[in-house]
C-alpha cells in the first residue's frame, strides 16, 4: 500500500511545514507520465485540528493547533488520476451500482512529489466540476476568495491558480487524459483490503524530498 500526504506551511512550533491531511490510497498505476489511485469506503484519514473558515475545509492563519484526528472516508469510492507534473487531479466516484459518476471533479493542487510513504502534494483550494456530453464545468472557487481576504495566500498566489485552473479546464475540454481514457481498468476488486496509515504518515523532512 501506498500513502499520499498533503503538505501546508505553517509558522506552528518552528516548523516549515506538516502534514494538512493524510489519505492512505492503493495505488493502481504509477508511471513517468501518470498516478492513479483508488480510495474505499471507510478508509481512516487524518486531518488537522483547529480554527476553519467556511465549510471547515480551510484553515485560518496559524490557526492550527498541532494535533490530527482520525476520521473515516464516508464518501462514495474514489479514484484520483494525477498527470504527472500538472497542478491537478482528476476525481471520479463509483456509484452504489458499481457505475462511474457523470461528473468529474478536478482538483487544482501542486504536482505530487514522491516520498518514501507515497506522494506529498499541497491543495489550491480552486476546483472543477466537469460534466461531458454536453460539456459543462462549473467552478468552485470560493474557498479562493475567502482564502485571499482571510490572508491564507496573497492575491499574486491566488492570481497563479487561477491560471492554473484555467489550464485545467482547457485540458478538460480537450479531452486529454484522463478524460480520453477508459475508466472501466481501474474498476476496483471486492476483495482489495482497505488501505491502511503508514507508520510515518506524521513526517515531514527535506530528505524525503528529491
Given amino acids: 500500500m ?13 516548523q516549515s511545514t506538516h502534514v494538512g491531511h493524510c489519505y492512505p490510497e492503493r495505488v493502481l498505476e504509477d508511471t ?28 485560518f492563519p496559524n490557526g492550527w493547533e498541532g494535533h490530527h484526528e482520525k476520521r473515516l472516508w464516508q464518501g462514495r469510492p474514489v479514484v484520483r488520476a494525477h498527470p504527472a507534473g500538472e497542478p491537478w487531479t482528476v476525481w471520479r466516484w463509483l456509484e452504489a451500482d458499481g ?20 506522494y506529498d502534494s499541497h491543495d489550491w483550494i480552486l476546483d472543477l466540476v466537469v460534466r461531458l456530453s454536453p460539456f459543462q464545468a462549473e467552478w468552485k472557487d470560493v474557498e479562493l476568495d475567502w482564502s ?37 481498468q481501474w474498476l476496483p476488486d471486492d476483495d482489495w483490503p482497505v488501505p491502511q496509515m503508514a507508520p510515518r504518515w506524521r513526517e515531514v523532512a527535506l530528505s524525503d524530498r528529491p
Fill in 2 to 14: 501506498v500513502r499520499k500526504t498533503q503538505v501546508r506551511p505553517t509558522t506552528f512550533g518552528g
Fill in 32 to 59: 513517468q507520465d501518470r498516478i492513479v489511485t483508488f480510495q474505499p469506503v471507510g478508509t481512516a484519514i487524518m486531518r488537522r485540528t483547529g480554527l476553519r473558515g467556511p465549510g471547515g475545509r480551510n484553515m
Fill in 99 to 118: 457505475s462511474w459518476s457523470s461528473t468529474f471533479y478536478m482538483n487544482l493542487e501542486q504536482p505530487w512529489i514522491r516520498t518514501p510513504i507515497g
Fill in 148 to 184: 485571499v481576504k482571510a490572508g491564507v495566500i496573497n492575491l499574486a498566489t491566488a492570481n497563479d491558480i487561477q491560471t492554473a485552473g484555467h489550464r485545467a479546464l482547457r485540458s478538460a475540454e480537450a479531452l486529454e487524459w484522463p478524460f480520453d481514457e477508459d475508466w472501466n
